[in-house]
């Protein structure tokens, strides 16, 4: 064991690796944000890499990593698949029904989370300007795992009924579960039969996660919202975002959502706080400074 630089009273193991697993991760920002950290933090042992691997081959794959493993952030596709190679399972975890981050205990086992919540959070509170208030309503777009996620974010600052809006009811099941296990009312809206003008009226905050181009006919309804987020951040600026800022709002986006993801693996993975400005500094540079990352 060697104590980190510059830190007096914290230690660390020598030599420990983490890494961003997923299919493709070739061009994953992961790598940025916690090598900057671990940087910052006097970690000069620690690595961070890009592993390929599909859901399928997640479980082999973490029973073949040794003790100087501290943690992976696990991407698509299998996040679902993360569950099931875990040993314990955080709540929020379990109410996603996902998990993106890995972490190897004491013992050897492994603890899955999902601080994908975390992400969607603070998009919200830092980038999108979302005042919480008690009984709250809001607009989710799309029902895949990025949409749970937010979904239990949205819960966790209380928010206690959504509208969600779907192309095909029937894919909207797990949300129906996940929102029963909130305990919050969830409305299912198929695509062509909804009034978004409507819809928006009534929402304090809307969450977008469907793919780019999907909602770009309803760009001047979702503007006119309280408070918006739109997953997609390249090309910047999305349509929502440029309608959003030529009405003078502010919109969270998938980049503010990785970036606060990430903050609570750094410290999951370490023990210690995520540097946050300088994991900030790092993803702003690392995209050329398109999106403005506010913390504050």
């Not at 996603?96 to 492994?110: H, I, M």
Request: with cysteine; net charge negative; aromatic share 6%.
């Amino acid at each position: 064991m060697t104590r980190t630089s510059g830190m007096p009273g914290l230690v660390a193991l020598t030599d420990r690796r983490a890494a961003i697993v997923g299919q493709p991760v070739e061009h994953s920002l992961s790598p940025v944000l916690h090598s900057a950290a671990y940087q910052a933090l006097g970690l000069t042992g620690w690595t961070y890499s890009r592993i390929s691997c599909d859901a399928d081959g997640l479980r082999d794959l973490v029973a073949g990593l040794g003790p100087e493993w501290a943690g992976l952030s696990v991407t698509m596709p299998g996040k679902q698949a993360a569950l099931a190679v875990a040993d314990e399972v955080t709540e929020r975890a379990s109410l996603v029904g996902a998990g993106n981050t890995l972490v190897q205990l004491p013992d050897g086992g492994w603890r899955i989370d999902c601080t994908d919540v975390d992400g969607v959070v603070g998009a919200l509170l830092y980038a999108g300007g979302y005042q919480r208030k008690p009984g709250a309503h809001a607009l989710l777009l799309g029902a895949g795992g990025t949409a749970l996620a937010t979904m239990v974010a949205l819960a966790s600052v209380d928010v206690d009924s959504f509208a969600l809006v779907v192309r095909d009811p029937a894919r909207a099941a797990d949300a129906s579960r996940c929102a029963e296990r909130l305990g919050v009312k969830l409305d299912v809206v198929r695509w062509s039969a909804a009034d978004f003008r409507d819809l928006v009226a009534s929402s304090d905050v809307v969450v977008s996660t469907v793919p780019a181009g999907v909602a770009d006919s309803q760009v001047s309804e979702l503007a006119a919202a309280p408070c918006v987020v739109d997953v997609i951040y390249h090309p910047w600026p999305t349509p929502l975002a440029a309608a959003v800022q030529a009405r003078g709002g502010r919109i969270g986006t998938g980049l503010d959502m990785l970036l606060h993801q990430a903050f609570g693996q750094v410290s999951q993975f370490t023990g210690l706080p995520a540097p946050r400005e300088v994991m900030r500094d790092a993803l702003f540079d690392a995209t050329g400074g398109t999106v403005p990352l506010p913390l504050a």
